[in-house]
């Protein structure tokens, strides 16, 4: 079983970044593919990025491509999202996840989720 707690989500002006983080609990934190998905109000969840068990493998929507970044501190059980040049549609509730299937991108784990609010 593996436990996710979100932080650093908040309201920021379009243009600005924000820093996501994920810490997990338990031992298998090092196995697993992490990574972040979100919803916005009214649409489904979406997957935003993955990072493979080892870091050695990042995957990104195309809406976050070039503009957001996933990675992970083995040592402290977390992982991050940079989010760069944000804009007003990745105003959204952003979930981290754990044990990601990366044929079908399906966690098996979920947070609880952090609010992030682009502005115009």
């Known amino acids: 079983q593996v436990q996710l707690v979100e932080s650093g989500g908040g309201l920021v002006q379009a243009g600005g970044s924000l820093r996501l983080s994920c810490a997990a609990s338990g031992r298998t934190f090092s196995s697993y593919n992490m990574g972040w998905f979100r919803q916005a109000p009214g649409k489904e969840r979406e997957f935003v990025a993955t990072i493979s068990w080892s870091g050695g493998r990042t995957y990104y929507s195309n809406s976050v491509k070039g503009r957001f970044t996933i990675s992970r501190d083995n040592a402290k059980n977390t992982v991050y999202l940079q989010m760069n040049s944000l804009k007003p549609e990745d105003t959204a509730v952003y979930y981290c996840?754990?044990?990601?299937?990366?044929?079908?991108?399906?966690?098996?784990?979920w947070g609880q989720g952090t609010q992030v609010t682009v502005s115009s």
């Open positions: 996840a754990a044990d990601i299937t990366i044929q079908t991108m399906t966690p098996h784990y």
